[in-house]
């Protein structure tokens, strides 16, 4: 189904309708629907991001490895698409935060080395090809503007991984149809979730974001954007309870 240009993106009960009924939802507790709807619609509502970045910015999170709702992310590509985005856009949010999987390994390998040690296991003589560490490194800093010492040990211990990861990790900043300042909101959209909430990332991509023109009101509107996963519970207890497949 494809969405009209008119759809009000802000309204708790136009999302709730694709999956359950809605009337049923408010009769059942008439005082929650009615908070959750405004607490849905003051960021939504807000003026200092565009509808459309809005949108990619809550796929960010639904699409993002710490969340996966499969629901929520068919929903807001819909809507971006409604918002203005095109294919293009939302896939170049998809490419660019495949890297925040890649978080966990900057405490998991320091744990396996210190394992090592413990062990008296010691093959640190030998951590691969590393030749091509200069140029990737050189690589990732022009696309992206800034470097985390935390790969280093990743690009020494294992070189074909951080080869590949870096590409993936650069592909969407040299090739994507976002803006630098768009997809920093990218970043901060996933490193600000209660899902992630990686602050070294986080204090990277504000600082880039504000490099590039972001605004304080701008980053606040994500914030907000972030606090809308704790409705996502309600959402899928709506559909449970009051969806199409519901026997009462």
Known sequence: ??????RDLASLEDVVSEVADVGALRAASPSA????SEFWRVPLAGDHLTPRMKELVLLTMHATATALDVYAVERHIER???????????????????????????SSVP???EELQAAGIDDAADPGDDSGYETVKAEFVA???????????????????????????????????LTAKEREFVCIA???????DYEPGLRIHIRNALGHGATRAEILEIFQLAGLIGLEGYILGARALFGPGDSE
């Open 111 to 113: 744990i396996l080395e």
């Open 1 to 6: 189904m494809s969405p009209s240009a008119g």
């Open 143 to 177: 696309a992206r503007g800034f470097w985390n010492p935390d790969r280093d040990v990743i690009a020494r211990l294992m070189p074909d991984y951080f080869r590949a990861l870096t590409g993936i990790s650069t592909d969407s900043w040299k090739n994507g149809p």
């Open 33 to 36: 629907f009615a908070a959750a």
């Open 80 to 106: 971006a698409r409604a918002a203005g985005a095109t294919d293009q856009d939302i896939l170049d949010v998809l490419v660019t935060i495949v890297g925040v999987a890649n978080h966990a390994l900057y």
């Open 190 to 196: 996933v490193d600000c979730t209660v899902t992630h």
